[in-house]
């Protein structure tokens, strides 16, 4: 909504959500746990109101706009996280060489891609599991970014430069993002 010179939207705050927001870090505890994130922006204004959040900027120019369309979509990717959480689903393809996959503590292990003999490792990232059935591997978490990055690590683990992955279809790939599936 813009007012004048000012520019404010709000997102309701579910029931079984708290937010509290100290300093500039906001903090959003659900029933999956808890996230927290420094929104510190010149001239953004966060408020956390009865049952709201709001997000708001005076005299806002295009960069300040969209910043505040971008706090939104933080807090939103937020409270989802903590309510339902995020799911990456991959598939492990190969044609010739069987691939090993493993999750090895923090990391995940990557044997005989290509028929390589050194193992490739894939770093999971911190409140991210993964789970490694057959060929589909399922990477959950609250954190969007975490979730995502960790299924990037694995897709980037078994890509090769110079070759045609139209023929050469051997790798991890992302196939399903719970946030991109209509409910």
């Known amino acids: 909504?813009?007012?004048?010179?000012?520019?404010?939207?709000?997102?309701?705050?579910?029931?079984?959500?708290?937010?509290?927001?100290?300093?500039?870090?906001?903090?959003?505890?659900?029933?999956?746990?808890?996230?927290?994130?420094?929104?510190?922006?010149?001239?953004?204004?966060?408020?956390?109101?009865?049952?709201?959040?709001?997000?708001?900027?005076?005299?806002?120019?295009?960069?300040?706009?969209?910043?505040?369309?971008?706090?939104?979509?933080?807090?939103?990717?937020?409270?989802?996280?903590?309510?339902v959480g995020y799911v990456y689903t991959l598939k492990i393809v190969f044609n010739h060489f069987p691939m090993k996959v493993a999750v090895k503590g923090d990391r995940v292990e990557i044997n005989n891609y290509m028929g390589g003999h050194a193992p490739r490792y894939a770093n999971i990232l911190k409140g991210c599991t993964v789970k490694i059935n057959g060929t589909d591997v399922t990477v959950e978490g609250n954190d969007i970014e975490a979730v995502g990055q960790t299924a990037a690590n694995l897709e980037k683990a078994t890509s090769r430069l110079g070759f045609d992955k139209r023929t050469f279809q051997d790798g991890i790939y992302i196939v399903q993002k719970s946030h991109k599936v209509k409910e």
Not at 40 to 57: K, R
Request: charged share 20%; net charge positive; proline share 5%.
């Open 1 to 83: 909504m813009t007012i004048a010179g000012k520019i404010e939207s709000t997102i309701a705050i579910p029931d079984g959500v708290s937010v509290t927001l100290d300093g500039g870090i906001m903090k959003v505890k659900g029933p999956r746990g808890e996230l927290s994130r420094n929104f510190a922006h010149p001239g953004i204004d966060i408020a956390v109101g009865e049952g709201v959040v709001s997000v708001s900027c005076e005299y806002p120019r295009i960069r300040d706009k969209a910043m505040v369309g971008t706090y939104l979509a933080h807090v939103r990717n937020m409270i989802r996280g903590v309510t």
